[in-house]
């Protein structure tokens, strides 16, 4: 059935903008989507292998030419951050859509492909607001910590072998430390707010990452005891004829576990439980200071299942098809590897995401202090146990 | 023992709900694009009122008032004067109040020609409330405007693309009238 159109003098006409299905253009919505993974591959490409050659062919490897390859390297590992949590909040918002039965952003862009970019142009937009009530230099602190925070585990992650900024020998240290620093920016945004959902948010935040930072600590020492060594490049080496997956399964279930309660995931969300809280600490916050908490969270989203494949799936390995290790064909593809098993795991942590209902407050202490800590002291002992009988 | 049964049956739980939700990926969306496709209405669905015209553009309202007298909203008004060349009345005035029309379509279950009729158009916002005090030439441009409407009468007409107005086969029309039709079909057969 069809009308003839409405007279423009007569009726208020719908402007028809946007998604039209008659005129959809799958190609177009692959290359779109597409595009963020290859903007991925291409800065991890350019940050790990492209800045050190450049700098090579340039002689600038030793004193302040190292540092100021050292900066390039993080200023480009802040842009793959941008790319990152733009690709991860599209990919969230049409995951949840797909599973919900709808379709997530359809309108900017082919199939909503860029809708995250004008999120984030609106943010930059917006004026960026202090409340009276808040405390104004620990308010503008509390993003910056959160991110950095977040931002600093990007040090230690080997995307390939040798691809890492800091392959230090106190990696896992060095992890426990930088991670149990977001609580502080979390605990300080929420109590500098001067907004009861803040504080409560920031209170339940607090509370439960500390908890959860127990168990995940201990983890990192199974994996410490039973890999030999606190380098996250050597850990990935020592699983080169069999993942820790098998020998470690305990660590590895509670290690899932407690980086959704670090990454404020949804049976965990407590911090910024919409229903009760709003959006818990960080409900103050508008323009570039919000974004920096929703930048540090969706960082998170990518580092924590990145070090669920280092520690567990064999980070890096694959077969490389004859390339010589060291390489930049074989970095590369050592790193799409690695990008592909972390995209697996991401996928599951939004379908996680997508099915679970939040759980009790109470409930959740009880089960990180009566459950997971005694699992992780028994998976501990195990590991050393098993070190010890059989390498 | 009974500790590590209620775990078991906690990761069940957990799996079943996970390919529950996984499940959904692979349904389509039930949403209508509707600003970019229209949606296919029911023929019988009241959205609006429109006052057809005979195919060689006479009147095809007689006139007699019942529509006004039928109307539970009192937003029809119609004036008319006897016609002095023959039989029946003219129309001086149609107007429907379409902002405080009710949409019960009595007017149309009360018309004894299928003047008055339910159209499919629902796309009737406006800025302006006055545009929707309709007159005779609105009504009539929203009959010209629409290719299928309804009354109980005549049951749903439609206008072919040269210009004749016919009844729809008994597939568009309501109320399973095709069905109703097909088994007394089958027995004459049989």
């Known amino acids: 059935m069809s009308y003839i159109p409405i007279p423009e003098d007569r009726h208020f006409r719908i402007k028809r903008i946007g998604y039209d299905p008659g005129r959809s253009r799958p190609w177009l919505e692959r290359l779109v989507y597409s595009l963020y993974v290859f903007a991925f591959w291409g800065f991890v490409i350019a940050t790990y292998a492209g800045v050190p050659a450049l700098f090579d062919a340039l002689g600038w490897t030793a004193g302040w030419g190292y540092v100021v390859m050292r900066a390039t390297q993080v200023v480009l590992l802040f842009l793959l951050s941008a790319v990152i949590a733009l690709m991860l909040i599209l990919a969230l918002r049409k995951y949840l859509g797909k599973v919900q039965e709808r379709y997530g952003p359809m309108h900017y862009g082919p199939a909503g492909g860029i809708q995250t970019v004008f999120d984030a142009l609106k943010l930059l937009g917006k004026e960026d607001f202090v409340p009276a009530a808040a405390d104004w230099l620990t308010f503008r602190l509390a993003p910056a910590v959160t991110f950095v925070s977040s931002f600093a585990i990007f040090a230690v992650v080997p995307f390939a072998s040798g691809w890492t900024l800091a392959d230090t020998n106190v990696g896992l240290i060095y992890l426990i430390a930088v991670s149990t620093l977001s609580t502080y920016g979390v605990l300080l945004g929420g109590v500098s707010s001067g907004n009861k959902w803040a504080l409560v948010g920031a209170l339940r935040a607090g509370a439960q990452m500390v908890s959860y930072e127990i168990p995940l600590a201990l983890v990192f020492l199974s994996v410490a005891v039973w890999g030999g060594s606190l380098s996250l490049g050597r850990i990935v080496d020592s699983q080169m004829g069999l993942w820790n997956v098998v020998p470690l399964f305990i660590p590895f279930v509670l290690y899932v576990i407690s980086s959704l309660a670090e990454l404020k995931h949804i049976p965990f969300d407590f911090p910024e439980a919409e229903s009760e809280l709003i959006a818990g600490y960080n409900v103050e916050y508008s323009g570039m200071s919000f974004a920096f908490f929703f930048l540090a969270e969706f960082v998170e989203l990518f580092l924590l299942p990145a070090l669920i494949v280092v520690f567990f799936f064999g980070g890096w390995h694959g077969p490389l098809f004859g390339l010589e290790p060291g390489t930049l064909a074989a970095g590369a593809l050592q790193s799409l590897y690695f990008t592909i098993k972390t995209a697996v795991w991401v996928w599951i942590f939004l379908w996680i995401r997508a099915t679970l209902p939040r759980y009790r407050d109470d409930q959740l202490m009880e089960f990180a202090w009566k459950a997971m800590i005694p699992l992780a002291l028994f998976g501990l002992v195990l590991a050393a146990y098993m070190r010890l009988i059989w390498r | ?190």
């Open chain 2, 1 to 190: 023992m009974s500790l590590l049964s209620e775990v078991w049956q906690a990761v069940k739980a957990l799996g079943t709900g996970m390919a529950t939700v996984h499940k959904r990926v692979y349904e389509d969306a039930p949403t209508e694009f509707y600003p970019y496709v229209q949606p296919d209405l029911p023929a019988v669905s009241v959205q609006s009122l429109a006052l057809v015209e005979n195919e060689d553009g006479s009147e095809r309202c007689i006139v007699c008032l019942q529509c006004e007298r039928a109307c539970p909203a009192q937003v029809i008004t119609i004036e008319r004067h006897r016609n002095p060349e023959g039989k029946g009345f003219l129309i001086d005035r149609f107007d429907i109040d379409l902002v405080n029309c009710m949409y019960c379509a009595a007017c149309v279950e009360a018309c004894p020609v299928s003047s008055i009729v339910t159209i499919q158009d629902f796309e009737m916002s406006t800025y302006d409330l006055h545009t929707l005090k309709a007159d005779i030439d609105f009504l009539h441009e929203q009959s010209r405007r629409s290719r299928r409407w309804y009354s109980p009468k005549f049951g749903v007409e439609i206008r072919t693309d040269d210009g004749k107005i016919v009844k729809a086969p008994p597939e568009m029309q309501p109320g399973g009238l095709a069905e109703l039709l097909k088994p007394a079909e089958e027995e004459v057969d049989q």
